[in-house]
C-alpha cells in the first residue's frame, strides 16, 4: 500500500486517488475524485462517507462551499511543485469555509515544500512516488515556529512574542 | 536600527541548516537541477555566466559598520575582493562556489544578515527611502513598517511560489526617493482629512518589457491593516496570476488585463474577510519596531556650524561636493553625506572589500556607525555633523568616494550587463564608463545640472532605462550589441517612462549620441530648466532630429 505523511507521521494511504474516470468505474473502497466528477454526481454519492475531492490549481475552493462539512477529505493538486496556487486554496479552505477534515497535498509533493504546505493548513502529503515519505517527513521540522499568522498558528509572532519568549525561556532552562 | 531577538535569530540559524542540507542534497545527486532551483534561488544564488552570483539583502538599505566589514570579509574570502550594490538596495558577489555559499551564509547570520528571498519568485527586498528618518518631509518613517513587512514576508509560507518575482517599496514622504511608483506594490504614507497618517497603496507598476506605473488600489488604508491589506493583494494574484508565460507573469498583467477596478474588487472583499483579524497590526508592536529607530544622540547645535560655512565659502572644490553630495538634516548641525560609487574608471555600484572596510571605519568615526545604500547605488551617512563635513571630505576624496556628481550625468545607475549577466544582450559597464570620460568637465555637468541617466542591458531593466532622464537599453542584433535610447523618463512623485527616439546605436557612438541630446537641451533651455522639464516642455522631437541629422 502506498505511504502518506498524515498529522506528522508516516502512515498507509487507504485512498484511492482517480485522476480521471466515471462515476461507474469507481472503486468502492475509498477514493477522491476530481471536483467535476463531484459536481456531476454529488447527490448519488453523498451517501457514501468514503468519498474526498481533489481540486485542481485553477479549480476555485468556493465550488466546495457547500460540502465543508460533510466532505472526509479535500485534495489538493500541485502538477508542479512552483505552481503555489494550491497553498492560496488550502488556506482559504481552512479560513474562509473552515473545512476540517483531512486536507491532503497530492501533485509533485517534495520534502523541501512541506513546511509551508503545513503552515497553510495541509495535514497530509502524498510524497511523489519516487520519494521516501519517511525522509520527507523532516521537511515539517525545517523551521520551528513563523512570523505570520498562518493557519497552523493563527496568531502571528508579533501577537505572541512575550508568550513565545517565554517558551524559548523554558525550554533552555 | 532594528536587532534580532532570538526568534529572528533562530529562524535565519534554521535557514542556514536547511540550506546547509538542500545544497548537500543536490551535490549528491538526491535533488535535481529543477527541484534545487527555486530552492538557491530563494537563498540568492543565481548561476550566472562565469560563475554563481550571490544577491545578498540589505533590508530597506539599513548597515551597521559590522555588517558591512562582514561583507568586505567575504569580498575578500569568498569572492574576489569586490561588492556590486544594486538598485535594490541589495549587494551582489559574482565569484562564489556554489559549495561555500551555506558557510557564506552561515558568517552573515552572525551579523543579522542574509540572502533570504533576493531572487526567486517571492516577496523580494522591501525597499524604501535613503534618507528615512533624517529627511525634514517625513509623514511616518517608514522603516519601522519596512521591518514589519520584512518579517510579514520572510518565509510567508502563503507566497513562496508566486507566479513571479515582487517588488515592495515603501516611501514616508510625499516626495518619492525609492522608485514606488514602479514597484509591484507600492506603499505611500499620507494623511487623511482628519490628520490621521496611513498608507495609499497602489498596484501594478513595474519596468522590465512591459513597463507601467502603478494604479492606485486604495487611497486610504489605516496603518493597522496593512499586513491584512497586503496579504490580499498577494492572494488575489497568486491565485490569478498567469502562470503559462513568465513574460506576463508579473502582477502589472494581471491588473491590466482584469482592470484595476475588477482587481480591487477580489482585493477589498477579501480583505473585507480577514480585517481586524490576527494580522492588524497592534499599536504596541509598532512602537515595539519604532524604537529600534529613534533617533542617536544628536549633540545640540544653534543653526549652522561658522566652521562648516567659512569652509564653504573658502574652498570651492569642497563646496561643490556639498551642493551635490550633501543633502540637509532635520536636526541643526548635521547633515546628510551621500558617497558616489560612481567614480569614471569604476563600474557604478561597485566597491571593494579595502572600501568598505574604510567606509565602516568612516560610518564608526561619523555616522554613529550606520549607513544607507540607495538605489542609485551609492551609500550614504545620514548622520554627519556639519563641523565635521571638510574632514570627512578629505578622508572620501583618499577612498575615491567623493566625486561630486550625484544627481549629475555621470552619476548612471548601471546594471553589471553582459560582462558578467547571462541575461543581458549587451554589455553595460563601458557605456557607461565611455560617457562619463566624455563629460569629465565638472564645470560643465554642474552647468547641465540633474540628469538622471540610466541604463541597462536587456530588457529585464534592472538599470531602470525606462525611468532615466536619459535611458540607454542594451538589445542584441544579429549578435552584436547595440544600444537602444529613451528620454523623458523620470522616478518619483513625477514618474513618467522615456520614449524610444529611433534606431539603436553601436557603442562606439554612444558618447556622441548623449552629447548631442545634451547639446540640444543646452540651446534650448529656459533659465533653471532641468533636463527632463525640457523634454516635457520640448518633446522628443528636436532631441531625436539633432541626433539623427548627420549620423544616419
Known amino acids: 500500500m502506498p505511504k502518506l505523511i498524515k498529522d506528522r507521521a508516516v502512515v498507509d494511504d487507504a485512498w484511492t486517488l482517480v485522476r480521471e474516470g466515471s462515476i461507474d468505474e469507481l472503486p468502492v473502497t475509498p477514493v477522491i475524485i476530481p471536483l467535476g466528477l463531484w459536481q456531476q454526481h454529488r447527490d448519488a454519492l453523498h451517501e457514501r462517507r468514503d468519498v474526498g475531492v481533489w481540486l485542481a490549481p485553477s479549480d476555485d475552493p468556493d465550488a466546495l462551499a457547500g460540502d465543508v462539512s460533510s466532505l472526509p477529505l479535500i485534495a489538493v493538486d500541485f502538477p508542479q511543485f512552483t505552481d503555489g496556487r494550491g497553498y492560496s486554496t488550502a488556506r482559504l479552505l481552512r479560513e474562509k469555509y473552515a473545512f476540517a477534515g483531512e486536507l491532503r497535498a497530492i501533485g509533485d509533493i517534495l520534502r523541501d515544500q512541506l513546511y509551508y504546505l503545513q503552515a497553510c493548513g495541509f495535514n497530509a502529503f502524498a510524497v511523489r512516488s519516487d520519494r521516501d515519505a519517511a525522509q520527507a517527513l523532516r521537511g515539517l521540522d525545517d523551521f520551528s515556529d513563523n512570523y505570520q499568522a498562518t493557519v497552523a498558528r493563527p496568531l502571528p509572532l508579533f501577537r505572541r512574542r512575550p508568550e513565545a519568549d517565554r517558551d524559548v525561556a523554558t525550554q533552555s532552562s | ?552
Open chain 2, 1 to 552: 536600527m532594528y536587532r534580532y531577538d532570538r526568534h529572528d535569530q533562530r529562524f535565519i540559524d534554521e535557514r542556514v541548516a536547511q540550506f546547509r542540507d538542500q545544497t548537500r542534497r543536490f551535490l549528491a545527486g538526491e535533488l535535481t537541477e529543477d527541484e534545487f532551483r527555486p530552492l538557491r534561488l530563494q537563498n540568492g544564488l543565481y548561476i550566472q555566466k562565469y560563475a554563481p552570483m550571490l544577491r545578498i539583502a540589505i533590508p530597506y538599505g539599513l548597515l551597521s559598520s559590522a555588517q558591512l566589514r562582514t561583507l568586505a570579509h567575504i569580498g575578500r574570502k569568498y569572492d574576489r575582493g569586490y561588492g556590486h550594490f544594486t538598485t535594490r538596495q541589495n549587494i551582489q558577489f559574482n565569484w562564489p562556489r556554489l559549495e561555500d555559499v551555506p558557510d557564506i551564509l552561515a558568517e552573515l547570520a552572525r551579523v543579522q544578515m542574509h540572502a533570504i528571498q533576493t531572487s526567486g519568485n517571492c516577496v523580494r527586498n522591501i525597499t524604501t527611502d535613503h534618507f528615512a528618518g533624517v529627511a525634514g518631509d517625513e509623514i511616518v518613517d517608514p522603516r519601522p513598517y519596512c521591518e514589519l513587512l520584512r518579517q510579514w514576508s520572510t518565509f510567508h509560507p502563503e507566497f513562496a511560489y508566486l507566479p513571479r518575482k515582487f517588488k515592495i517599496a515603501v516611501s514616508g514622504s510625499p516626495v518619492d526617493r525609492a522608485a514606488t511608483l514602479v514597484h509591484d506594490i507600492g506603499v505611500h504614507a499620507v494623511r487623511d482629512q482628519d490628520g490621521e497618517a496611513g498608507f495609499r497603496v497602489l498596484v501594478g507598476g513595474g519596468l522590465g518589457r512591459t513597463p507601467i506605473i502603478g494604479h492606485v488600489i486604495r487611497e486610504f488604508l489605516p496603518r493597522a491593516e496593512i499586513l491584512n491589506y497586503l496579504d490580499a493583494i498577494m492572494r488575489v494574484y497568486n491565485r490569478f496570476g498567469r502562470r503559462d508565460n513568465k513574460f506576463k507573469a508579473r502582477i502589472k498583467i494581471l491588473v491590466k488585463d482584469m482592470s484595476i477596478d475588477v482587481f480591487r474588487d477580489h482585493v477589498e472583499a477579501d480583505w473585507e474577510r480577514i480585517r481586524g483579524g490576527p494580522g492588524a497590526v497592534p499599536d504596541e508592536e509598532v512602537a515595539r519596531l519604532a524604537s529600534f529607530f529613534d533617533a542617536p544622540p544628536y549633540e545640540r547645535f544653534d543653526g549652522e556650524d561658522a566652521s562648516f560655512r567659512a569652509a564653504l565659502a573658502d574652498n570651492r572644490a569642497f563646496s561643490n561636493w556639498v551642493k551635490r553630495n550633501v543633502f540637509p538634516h532635520k536636526v541643526p548641525g548635521y547633515a546628510v553625506v551621500t558617497l558616489s560609487l560612481k567614480k569614471t574608471g569604476v563600474p557604478p555600484g561597485d566597491a571593494t572589500s579595502d572600501q568598505m572596510d574604510a567606509v565602516a571605519d568612516l560610518a564608526d568615526a561619523y555616522s554613529f556607525g550606520e549607513l544607507r545604500v540607495s538605489h542609485e547605488q551609492n551609500l550614504i551617512f545620514t548622520d554627519v555633523k556639519q563641523a565635521a563635513l571638510l574632514a570627512l571630505w578629505g578622508e572620501l576624496k583618499a577612498l575615491g568616494f567623493a566625486t561630486p556628481n550625484i544627481g549629475l550625468l555621470t552619476d548612471i545607475i548601471c546594471c553589471p550587463g553582459g560582462d558578467f549577466c547571462s541575461l543581458a544582450n549587451a554589455k553595460s559597464i563601458p557605456i557607461a564608463e565611455s560617457i562619463q570620460r566624455r563629460f569629465d568637465d565638472l564645470d560643465y555637468l554642474y552647468d547641465l545640472g540633474e540628469i538622471d541617466l540610466n541604463i541597462s542591458g536587456c530588457m529585464n531593466a534592472c538599470g531602470h532605462h525606462h525611468v532615466g532622464n536619459i535611458g540607454v537599453l542594451g538589445v542584441d542584433k544579429n549578435g552584436s550589441e547595440w544600444y537602444q535610447v529613451s528620454i523623458g523618463g523620470d522616478q518619483g512623485e513625477h514618474a513618467s517612462l522615456g520614449k524610444v527616439i529611433g534606431p539603436s546605436f553601436a557603442a562606439v557612438d554612444m558618447p556622441d549620441v548623449i552629447e548631442r541630446l545634451v547639446d540640444v537641451y543646452v540651446e534650448r533651455r529656459h533659465e533653471d530648466e532641468r533636463f527632463i522639464d525640457a523634454v516635457r516642455r520640448l518633446g522628443v522631437e528636436p532631441f531625436r532630429e539633432r541626433v539623427y541629422a548627420e549620423a544616419h
